[in-house]
């Protein structure tokens, strides 16, 4: 029997002798996770088991059962539409998603970030595939002899400590491993930043505004990276593009504005540094903004850089 005054889920007054709550239909007694069932505490915010997260991270409500969205804050995040997914890559098992052709203003929309994201640029994104999620180090271990992670906590966590040159060898080898008529690929900048934005929308995160219920970092994280997918979705169905891990780009790092307007393509200046993009588990939200933008060289390697793949449509 539940002996508190309100639900613990939506905070509706109840009676002690109530089983279950009359405006949200959750039950009043014992804690469990729902995702796997062990007791928890009116406290808890991710079980320790799991790692599902229990309660919402903007309001402190208790998420229904099987839910990752608390029903009281979802009102104030744009829509989602989650993309289905296109295809599932044979050797690694990882899920993509189709990113439909489109025109977006690409840079800081909002005025809090380094001159390097200015001036804004209007950049045309032919349809392209992207992954779900980061590459994992199951993923990464089905394909490569050698796991280089910090954070070997399992198949569904993040590989990192990968540079650019490694993740180029990567992708070289599942190309040879999965001959297909289209190779897979790094995302270019501006694809990756029009894929953050579920399609190009105002988003200062990949989802929206509010950077708990999407993104792992400093705040959040635990000092660590985090299985992937347990945060939300952008609007496009993809998993972790703020936060997490940093996410290598095809395109050299060049301080201003790379893309003109027009149609995007790759930077082809010279230049020893690469892009980086989304930010990390050991950093702040603004690291983690989806206009935020680094470099690195291309065999410059650590705990929080990972990438995910691309693959063109066409």
Known sequence: ??????????GEAVKTIWNVCPACEAPLGRLTCPGCGI???????ICPECEKRLKCPVCGRRLPP???????????????????????????????????????????LYGDGWD????????CIES?????????????EKVMEENPSMFRKGDSHPVEQVSWLDAAGFIQRLNEL????????????????????????????????????????????GGSTRPVGL?????????????NVWEWCQDVYVPGAIVGRGLDRPAQRKGSDRVIRGGSWNLD???????????????????????RLAKSAG
């Open 39 to 45: 007791d928890v505490r009116e406290n808890w915010k």
């Open 66 to 108: 099987g839910q990752a969205e608390c029903p009281a804050c979802r009102k104030t995040e744009p829509e989602k539409t989650e993309t289905p997914v296109a295809f599932v890559e044979p050797v690694t098992g990882m899920e993509f998603v189709l990113v439909p052709a489109g025109t977006f203003q690409m840079g800081d």
């Open 178 to 221: 999965a001959p297909g008529a289209t190779p897979f690929r790094l995302p270019t900048e501006a694809e990756w930043e029009f894929a953050a934005r579920s399609g190009g929308r105002k988003e200062l995160y990949a989802g929206g505004d509010h950077i708990d219920g999407l993104a792992w970092y400093s705040e959040n994280s």
């Open 285 to 307: 939200a603004w690291s983690a903004r989806c206009s935020r933008r680094f470099g690195f060289p291309e065999d410059y390697f650590g705990a929080g850089l990972g990438f």
């Open 231 to 243: 945060k939300a979705p952008n609007g496009l169905g993809l998993f972790d593009m703020s936060g």
């Open 116 to 123: 390097n994201e200015t001036p804004l640029r209007e950049v």
């Open 1 to 10: 029997m539940n002996t508190g005054s309100s639900c613990p889920v939506c």
């Open 128 to 140: 392209f595939y992207l992954a779900r999620h980061p590459v994992t180090q199951g993923a990464w």
